[in-house]
């Protein structure tokens, strides 16, 4: 029994009316991805990156050479604001991280490029990102994985 068990007896015991499964599915949910985060989040930090930080680097450097995009190719990849792009923009260009260099395809727009620094950072990163993610699902066997990728999967696809 876990906290979230606890909270259903307690339900049921007040509204035993109501079917509290769903609750119990979403609390789990929840707590996971909190913990999840949590413990990317020290990765992260170890690098001198946060969360957000970390996204940008990493979709420049998936996006293959030359790792420069348009901010507004950034934004496309991820659901902010354009003035909270630019604020990320700022912020890793000022550690040293990615630098603004003219758009040879546009003249009036500039390109965000990874620097040298940016991408040995960014590179080590991942590679710790990525065992940190694997430790995090090391509780499952690779069976369960697979099945809980599956369902996740199917429920996104649903509701997208």
């Known amino acids: 029994m876990d906290d979230i068990d606890r909270i259903r007896a307690q339900w049921a015991r007040q509204r035993p009316d109501i079917d509290t499964g769903p609750m119990a599915v979403i609390g789990r949910l929840n707590r996971v991805a909190r913990h999840m985060m949590q413990e990317m989040e020290k990765t992260f930090a170890r690098f001198g990156l946060t969360a957000p930080g970390f996204d940008v680097l990493a979709t420049l450097l998936r996006s293959g050479p030359p790792h420069a995009l348009s901010p507004n190719q950034l934004l496309q990849t991820m659901m902010i604001t354009s003035g909270t792009m630019t604020n990320r923009i700022d912020q890793l260009e000022k550690a040293g991280l990615v630098e603004r260099i003219a758009n040879a395809d546009?003249?009036?727009?500039?390109?965000?490029?990874?620097?040298?620094?940016?991408?040995?950072?960014i590179d080590a990163a991942v590679t710790a990102h990525v065992r940190t993610q694997a430790r995090l699902l090391d509780v499952l066997s690779p069976q369960e994985r697979e099945l809980l990728d599956a369902v996740l999967r199917k429920y996104l696809a649903a509701t997208a």
Not at 106 to 121: C, E, P
């Open 106 to 121: 546009d003249k009036r727009s500039v390109l965000i490029r990874l620097t040298a620094t940016g991408q040995a950072t």
